[in-house]
Structure formats: structure tokens, C-alpha cells
């Protein structure tokens, strides 16, 4: 497998890093770990979804949606004077 990454940002999760990036071969009975950072627009309830794994070689596309749940609160806090 030749792989290519897109991440395709949905109305509340937002991915940061470069979409459509070149992963490289991934060879019979190995894995490859990856780090990957998103953004919540909205609170509450979230669920994690746009991950696209493309095989060039076969040019096939795999979709990864509702791939977990989050729950997003504020961070905000209250400063006295």
C-alpha cells in the first residue's frame, strides 16, 4: 500500500495539519502511528469524523467516520480584579 492522508474538516471538528500528505508504503503485517490534532469550533457532544486513507497503488479510498466522541467545555476561566 502507497498512502495518502486527507483529513476533511466537517461544521464543528476542524483538522489541523497538512491534508492530502504522502504517508509513504505500508508494507503486509505493519502499522504506522500518527499524531493527529483537531479543533471544536462548538461545545458539547462531538463526533470525530473526515479521515481519508487513499491507496494509490489500488486508488482506493477508505472513509473513517464517527470515528470517536468527544465532549468539548470551555477552558475559559474567570479572572478576579
Known sequence: MDLVLEMCNTNSIHWCGISGRQLGKLHPSSCLCLALTLLSSVQGLQSVSGLRLT????KRTYEYDDIAQVCVVSSATKVES
Open 55 to 58: 491507496d494509490t497503488f489500488l
